[in-house]
């Protein structure tokens, strides 16, 4: 028998605050029973957990996530990601479409746009 990924679990330093964060990347809910100040908080729609934990981030995260764009193009996501509370962190992107942007969250996880499946051909 094998086991399956129930949540990918984050740790930060409010996991509420970070969990709405990604709610409105994703456009998933926060769980209807979290509440800010919890020490948990699960978008269950995308199997996401933040867990609040006394130390900060110091290294580069091990893994992360590879975003495209559903209903916009990567540049278009780019924009409303940053006016979310993202920052830039490293430009990838090429001046022939191809490439991806890495970001990070309002706690310094770095995840990347790349082009959505329209702007791929796909």
């Not at 975003?67 to 509370?85: D, F, H, S």
Request: net charge negative.
């Amino acid at each position: 028998m094998t086991s399956k990924i129930r949540h990918v679990t984050i740790d930060s330093s409010d996991a509420y605050a970070l969990a709405s964060f990604w709610s409105e990347v994703l456009g998933q809910p926060v769980h209807e029973d979290d509440k800010p100040g919890d020490e948990e908080a699960l978008i269950e729609g995308a199997g996401l957990l933040f867990v609040t934990v006394p130390e900060g981030k110091t290294v580069k995260n091990r893994i992360h996530f590879d975003l495209q764009p559903q209903e916009r193009t990567r540049e278009e996501e780019v924009e409303r990601l940053l006016a979310l509370g993202a920052t830039l962190v490293d430009d990838r992107r090429n001046p022939d479409g191809t490439g991806w942007a890495v970001l990070a969250d309002p706690e310094g996880n770095e995840f990347c746009v790349e082009r959505s499946a329209g702007e791929r051909g796909q």
